[in-house]
C-alpha cells in the first residue's frame, strides 16, 4: 500500500480524488459509505487515483488496492493530499450541522470552509456526495455551510430534509436529491437469511447524551428504558433472542459501554449477544439479515435493516435518523424520540411494532432508492 503523496513536485493526474471523511475510526456507517463511494467510483473512472483521509487503513474492494493510498489526518499532509489531486470529495455523513456540542460543530465547519477554499484557490472541483446537512440551529452555521455550498461544483444530499436547505439558499441547481450511498452495498450477496428457529431481535444503541451533553446518567436511564422492555418481552418469548450490534467499535465516542451495559442488564443472558464491529461492512449487513427484525438507533444500523427488507423501529437519536425513516416512507409509529424512550414510553411503541411487524416496512423499494443513490455519479461524470 502506498503511503501519502510525498508533495506539490507531483503531476496532478487527470482522474484523482482526496476523499474527506470520518474514515479508518471504527464506524460501521462511514466504512461502508467509503466502500461504496470507491466501489462506483471506480465503475465511473477505473484509472482513478484515490488518497483516503484515514488514520488507518480501512477494509476496500480487492481491485482497487494498488489504486488507493492513505493520508493521516495532520494539516501538511491533508494539504499536500489535496495538491496533488484533481478532486476534493466530501464523502458521506453528517459533517455540515450544528447539533449537539456548538463549539465542535463549529470548529468542523470552519475546517471544512478552509480546505474547500483551498481546493477552490488551487482550482479543484469540489463534490459534496451522499451528506446529510444539519441540524443547523445557529445563524453562523448556516452562513459557513451556505459559503461551503457555494464554493462546491456540485452537491448529492441523502434526503428531503437536506435538499431544503439547497432550495432555501437557492443553489438547488448545484445539487441532487439522492439517497445514502452505502445503499448499494447489497449488491454483495450480504442478505444471508436465519435459518435459526428463534426470532431474532437486532438492537443498536448508541451514547448520544455523553457524546453530545457529557451526560453519562441519561444513557443509562436510557440504559434502564430499554432493559424493562426487554426482559418482559423475553420473559413472555421463549424462542426470541436479542442481538445487541456495535455499529462504533472500541475507539472516540463508540458504542461499546453503552451495549455492554444492556447485553449485562438483561436478565435472560443465553438469549442475548453481542455482535461485535466488523471493519467489513458487507459482514455486518449480512449478519443484520440474520435478524427478524430491528430497533435502530445509529443511522447506519437503520439503513442496513432497510437494505435487509426488516421490519424498523427507529429511536431517533439525531434528526438524521427521523429523516431516513421519513425517506423511506416509514409510519410515524415507527420512529420514536429519545425523550419518550426515557419518558417511559418505549414499551407501546414496542409492543405495536412486534404485534403486526408488517407495519413497520418503508414504502420506498430498495430498487428505487439503489436508483437513487447512482443519481451521486452522473452528477460526477458532469464536472469532468
Excluded at 499532509?77 to 456548538?102: E, K, M, P, Q
Excluded at 435502530?296 to 437494505?307: E, L, P
Excluded at 451521486?376 to 469532468?384: K, N, P, Q, R
Amino acid at each position: 500500500m502506498r503511503e501519502n503523496m510525498v508533495g506539490p513536485s507531483n503531476k496532478t493526474s487527470p482522474n484523482s480524488y482526496f476523499i474527506f471523511g470520518y474514515f479508518g475510526r471504527k464506524n460501521v456507517g462511514d466504512d461502508a459509505m467509503l466502500y461504496s463511494i470507491l466501489q462506483e467510483l471506480f465503475r465511473l473512472d477505473p484509472g482513478a487515483f484515490i488518497s483516503i483521509l484515514s488514520p488507518n487503513s480501512v477494509v476496500i474492494p480487492d481491485t482497487q488496492q494498488k489504486y488507493v493510498t492513505y493520508v493521516k489526518p495532520k494539516i501538511l499532509a491533508v494539504l499536500r493530499g489535496i495538491w496533488n489531486t484533481s478532486f476534493f470529495v466530501l464523502g458521506g455523513g453528517t459533517h455540515l450541522s450544528d447539533y449537539g456540542n456548538i463549539a465542535n460543530a463549529f470548529k468542523v465547519n470552519i475546517l471544512l470552509l478552509s480546505l474547500i477554499t483551498y481546493s477552490k484557490v488551487l482550482r479543484k472541483r469540489v463534490l459534496i456526495i451522499s451528506n446529510g446537512f444539519g441540524p443547523l440551529e445557529t445563524v453562523l452555521g448556516k452562513i459557513i455551510v451556505k459559503r461551503i455550498c457555494k464554493l462546491s461544483d456540485r452537491i448529492c444530499v441523502r434526503d428531503q430534509t437536506s435538499y431544503k436547505y439547497l432550495i432555501d439558499w437557492k443553489l438547488q441547481h448545484k445539487g441532487r436529491l439522492t439517497f445514502d450511498i452505502s445503499v448499494l452495498l447489497d449488491m454483495f450477496n450480504c442478505t444471508e437469511k436465519n435459518d435459526s428457529k428463534n426470532s431474532i431481535l437486532g438492537i443498536s444503541v448508541t451514547p448520544v447524551h455523553e457524546i453530545y451533553y457529557d451526560n453519562k446518567d441519561k444513557d443509562n436511564a436510557l440504559v434502564t428504558k430499554l432493559r424493562n422492555t426487554l426482559n418482559d418481552w423475553l420473559s413472555k418469548n421463549s424462542n426470541a433472542e436479542v442481538w445487541l450490534f456495535t455499529f462504533h467499535g472500541k475507539s472516540h465516542d463508540d458504542d461499546t459501554w453503552i451495549t455492554e451495559s444492556l447485553r449485562r442488564s438483561i436478565t435472560s443472558p443465553s438469549r442475548v449477544k453481542i455482535i461485535p464491529y466488523s471493519q467489513d461492512p458487507r459482514v455486518v449487513l449480512s449478519t443484520v439479515g440474520k435478524c427478524n427484525a430491528f430497533v435502530g438507533m445509529k443511522y447506519h444500523s437503520c439503513v442496513f435493516a432497510y437494505i435487509n427488507q426488516l421490519p424498523l423501529l427507529i429511536i431517533d437519536y439525531h434528526p438524521k435518523c427521523r429523516s431516513f425513516g421519513k425517506e423511506i416512507g416509514l409510519p410515524d409509529k415507527a420512529i420514536t424520540s429519545l425523550h419518550e424512550v426515557i419518558e417511559g414510553n418505549f414499551a407501546q411503541y414496542f409492543d405495536s411494532f412486534i404485534t403486526d411487524p408488517r407495519e413497520y416496512r418503508g414504502n420506498l423499494s430498495l430498487e428505487d432508492a439503489k436508483k437513487r443513490a447512482k443519481l451521486v455519479y452522473e452528477d460526477i461524470s458532469c464536472v469532468y
